[in-house]
């Protein structure tokens, strides 16, 4: 169920994405507009640009709004900042000195302008979007999550604002409200993945930014909420939003951009070199969000704005690259993996629909029998839905043999150790295949094994791990108390485990595999990432749960070869003993009878 959920929740949220994305790149060609002028807190006009309409309809610096008398249109614009159609009318009343007058402007029109900004936010935006629901769908986690979420208010289309500016009743609300939410959502989801990237475990600074984006979000989302529904049905000058309205924007992006730095200062070694290109893309995207948002409430300069709003729109694609590969080579996904599984599905899909086509076709257009065609229709989905299992397996097996080689020889080779490992005679050589056989097959960064001796756990094989690395655990270790008592393997991160003496960085262990003989927890198999950096897959972690299953299945042959081992020299020892009975026994009835 929850799986279903979230392919649901994943699936709306592309849908949207796409539609937005579309109506942008469908209708980039309408003009984008500025009415070239910015309002004090008293409402009055702090700064008009020389060369825009409303200074030709000679509106000063200095001048006062009557806020009463400016249409939604106009309101938007000032309080919330939101573009304006090119060309569009707002007519209001302005008090110069003594005078009242009313007066028309139009917004000026920045055609290359808007057209460069609504194609870079929807294609930049949609990048952004597709590889965020590609990460939850196949690595749902806090930090994926948020990285999904970073996208909706990227791609939002400027028609669709462009009406709710002209529009009222109970529609237009709605909107205003999913948009404040939909706006809301994203400086929280930058906070949260800022400080979750790149192992969704934030630490130190990183962890108060994220303990505080939920909140954040919250408070955001109320003030947004409360700034549309105002401007929308409220005549009089919100004042106190202007500072708030901004706080909301530049707060968090700081956050942010705080974590970020907290996790690329606390990291050693080689990680931190492979974490530049995805920190400095969102330190560009915040910074630029943060400058937009400042600059923009105090200049009237187009070009400056401009070049603002390209910075930030652009920067989603930059992020999209980055974080497709960083995330990849940072333990969230195996890419062979997806391209394994995409090819799969395709092939099943295209030939599903092949094959209804080529039914209709045949019997309902050529032989214009659609009786037939409906028949075998129908006869071909039940066979399709019957054979699907198999086809799936076959196909799957075919691609990874032919296509990823490589990876295919390693499962088949942890395999035949499996087959294997129930055969042993010796523990050792079950520790063996545990760690060496993994680390050879799969390429992995490091490998341990602890049995179960005299109450605790001791490292008895280990692949990099050193000397002064944990040589035991306790029985009431966190990480042994968890797998004794759920018995199924578990990521170690996910549970509170701190210890000091494990190995970090590459060597880090993000696979606990429990091996029970019977319903007791005899041994726990600690595994690390590739060599590479790159996380295992559900299909690598499957394997390692089959060896470690088998493995289970070798200590109890062990075990039930030692019962009968014991066994049979009791048995002989007893049969001595009854000998010897039996003799002391004749000798006594001989002495007794002399």
Same mark, same amino acid.
């Not at 790149?25 to 009415?35: A, E, L, N, V």
């Not at 969000?289 to 930030?312: K, M, R």
């Not at 129930?422 to 993994?438: C, F, G, N, Q, R």
């Not at 042959?557 to 010897?580: F, Y």
């Given at each position: 169920?929850r799986?279903?959920?979230?392919?649901?929740?994943?699936?709306v949220?592309?849908?949207?994405?796409?539609v937005?994305?579309?109506?942008?790149?469908?209708?980039f060609?309408k003009?984008?507009?500025?009415?070239g002028?910015?309002l004090?807190?008293?409402?009055?006009?702090?700064?008009?640009?020389?060369?825009?309409?409303?200074?030709?309809?000679?509106?000063?610096?200095?001048?006062?709004?009557?806020?009463?008398?400016?249409?939604?249109r106009? !309101?938007r614009?000032?309080?919330?900042?939101?573009?304006v159609p090119?060309?569009?009318?707002?007519?209001?009343a /302005?008090?110069?000195?003594a005078?009242?007058?009313?007066?028309?402007?139009?917004?000026?029109?920045?055609?290359?302008?808007?057209?460069t900004?609504?194609?870079?936010?929807?294609?930049?935006?949609l990048a952004?979007g597709?590889?965020?629901?590609?990460?939850?769908?196949?690595?749902?986690?806090?930090?994926?999550w948020?990285?999904?979420?970073?996208?909706?208010?990227?791609?939002?289309?400027?028609?669709?604002l462009?009406?709710a500016?002209?529009s009222?009743?109970?529609a237009?609300?709605?909107?205003?409200?999913?948009?404040a939410?939909?706006?809301?959502?994203?400086?929280?989801?930058?906070?949260?993945f800022?400080?979750r990237f790149?192992?969704? !475990?934030p630490?130190?600074?990183?962890?108060?930014?994220?303990?505080l984006?939920?909140p954040?979000?919250?408070a /955001?989302?109320g003030?947004?909420l @409360?700034?549309?529904?105002?401007?929308?049905?409220?005549?009089a000058p919100?004042?106190?939003?202007?500072?708030?309205? +901004?706080l909301?924007?530049?707060?968090?992006?700081?956050a942010a951009?705080?974590?970020?730095?907290?996790?690329?200062?606390?990291?050693?070694?080689?990680?931190r070199s492979?974490?530049v290109?995805?920190?400095g893309?969102?330190?560009?995207?915040?910074?630029?969000?943060?400058?937009?948002q400042i600059?923009?409430?105090?200049?009237?300069?187009?070009?400056?704005?401009?070049?603002?709003?390209?910075?930030f729109?652009?920067s989603?694609?930059?992020?999209?690259?980055?974080?497709a @590969?960083?995330?990849? !080579?940072?333990?969230?996904?195996?890419?062979?993996?997806?391209?394994? !599984?995409t090819?799969?599905?395709?092939i099943?899909?295209?030939?599903?629909?092949?094959?209804?086509?080529l039914?209709?076709?045949?019997f309902g257009?050529?032989?214009?029998?659609?009786?037939?065609?409906?028949?075998?229709?129908i006869?071909?989905?039940v066979?399709?839905?019957?054979s699907?299992n198999?086809l799936?397996r076959h196909?799957? +097996?075919?691609?990874?043999?032919f296509?990823?080689?490589?990876?295919?020889?390693?499962?088949?080779?942890?395999?035949?150790?499996a087959?294997?490992?129930?055969?042993?005679?010796?523990?050792?050589?079950?520790?063996a295949?545990?760690v060496?056989?993994?680390v050879?097959?799969l390429g992995?960064?490091?490998?341990?094994?602890?049995?179960?001796?005299?109450? %605790?756990?001791?490292?008895?094989r280990?692949h990099?791990?050193?000397d002064?690395?944990?040589?035991?655990l306790?029985a009431?270790?966190?990480?042994?108390?968890?797998l004794?008592?759920?018995?199924?393997?578990?990521?170690?991160?996910?549970?509170?485990?701190?210890?000091t003496?494990?190995?970090g960085?590459?060597?880090?262990?993000i696979?606990?595999?429990?091996?029970?003989?019977?319903h007791?927890?005899?041994?726990?198999?600690?595994y690390g990432?590739?060599?590479?950096?790159?996380?295992?897959d559900p299909?690598?972690?499957?394997?390692?749960?089959?060896?470690?299953?088998?493995?289970?299945a070798? @200590?109890d042959?062990?075990?039930?070869?030692?019962l009968?081992?014991?066994?049979?020299?009791?048995?002989?020892?007893?049969?001595?003993?009854?000998g010897v009975? %039996?003799?002391?026994?004749?000798l006594?009835?001989?002495r007794?009878?002399?």
């Amino acid at each position: 169920m929850r799986y279903a959920a979230r392919v649901a929740f994943i699936t709306v949220l592309a849908l949207f994405e796409i539609v937005a994305a579309a109506v942008s790149i469908g209708s980039f060609q309408k003009p984008i507009g500025t009415y070239g002028f910015l309002l004090s807190k008293d409402v009055t006009f702090a700064e008009i640009d020389p060369g825009s309409l409303t200074a030709r309809a000679g509106i000063v610096t200095g001048d006062r709004l009557l806020y009463e008398t400016l249409p939604l249109r106009g !309101r938007r614009y000032a309080i919330l900042n939101e573009e304006v159609p090119g060309g569009a009318p707002i007519a209001f009343a /302005i008090v110069h000195g003594a005078r009242t007058r009313w007066v028309t402007v139009r917004a000026t029109d920045l055609l290359a302008i808007g057209q460069t900004e609504s194609l870079t936010y929807a294609i930049a935006g949609l990048a952004m979007g597709i590889v965020g629901l590609v990460l939850v769908l196949l690595r749902p986690s806090r930090m994926t999550w948020a990285f999904a979420l970073i996208a909706p208010a990227l791609v939002l289309p400027f028609p669709w604002l462009f009406w709710a500016q002209q529009s009222g009743g109970a529609a237009a609300t709605l909107f205003d409200v999913f948009v404040a939410l939909i706006y809301a959502m994203q400086p929280a989801a930058i906070m949260i993945f800022a400080s979750r990237f790149p192992s969704d !475990r934030p630490t130190g600074t990183a962890r108060l930014v994220d303990r505080l984006a939920l909140p954040s979000g919250v408070a /955001i989302a109320g003030l947004y909420l @409360y700034a549309y529904l105002e401007v929308r049905y409220s005549h009089a000058p919100p004042v106190h939003l202007f500072s708030l309205y +901004d706080l909301s924007v530049v707060i968090p992006g700081l956050a942010a951009l705080l974590a970020l730095i907290s996790t690329y200062v606390t990291t050693r070694g080689a990680a931190r070199s492979r974490l530049v290109p995805v920190i400095g893309s969102f330190v560009l995207l915040i910074l630029a969000d943060v400058l937009q948002q400042i600059v923009g409430e105090h200049t009237t300069n187009n070009t400056v704005s401009f070049t603002l709003a390209l910075l930030f729109s652009l920067s989603p694609a930059l992020i999209a690259i980055t974080v497709a @590969y960083g995330i990849v !080579r940072h333990r969230v996904m195996d890419i062979s993996f997806i391209i394994s !599984r995409t090819l799969v599905y395709t092939i099943l899909t295209f030939g599903a629909v092949a094959l209804f086509a080529l039914i209709e076709y045949v019997f309902g257009r050529e032989l214009e029998h659609q009786g037939v065609a409906t028949i075998l229709n129908i006869l071909a989905a039940v066979g399709l839905g019957i054979s699907f299992n198999l086809l799936h397996r076959h196909l799957e +097996d075919w691609i990874d043999r032919f296509l990823f080689r490589q990876r295919h020889l390693a499962e088949q080779r942890l395999a035949a150790v499996a087959r294997a490992l129930p055969h042993a005679s010796t523990a050792a050589a079950i520790e063996a295949a545990l760690v060496d056989e993994p680390v050879a097959a799969l390429g992995l960064s490091s490998a341990a094994v602890f049995r179960h001796e005299k109450g %605790r756990y001791r490292r008895v094989r280990a692949h990099a791990w050193t000397d002064d690395e944990a040589a035991e655990l306790d029985a009431d270790d966190a990480l042994a108390l968890r797998l004794r008592a759920d018995l199924v393997a578990i990521d170690p991160s996910d549970l509170p485990w701190p210890r000091t003496d494990l190995p970090g960085g590459d060597r880090q262990a993000i696979y606990a595999v429990p091996i029970i003989v019977g319903h007791h927890l005899e041994a726990i198999a600690l595994y690390g990432g590739h060599g590479t950096g790159e996380d295992l897959d559900p299909d690598e972690r499957s394997t390692l749960r089959k060896l470690a299953a088998a493995a289970s299945a070798g @200590y109890d042959h062990i075990a039930a070869v030692d019962l009968r081992t014991r066994l049979r020299d009791a048995e002989s020892e007893n049969a001595t003993l009854r000998g010897v009975e %039996r003799k002391l026994s004749e000798l006594l009835a001989k002495r007794l009878q002399s």
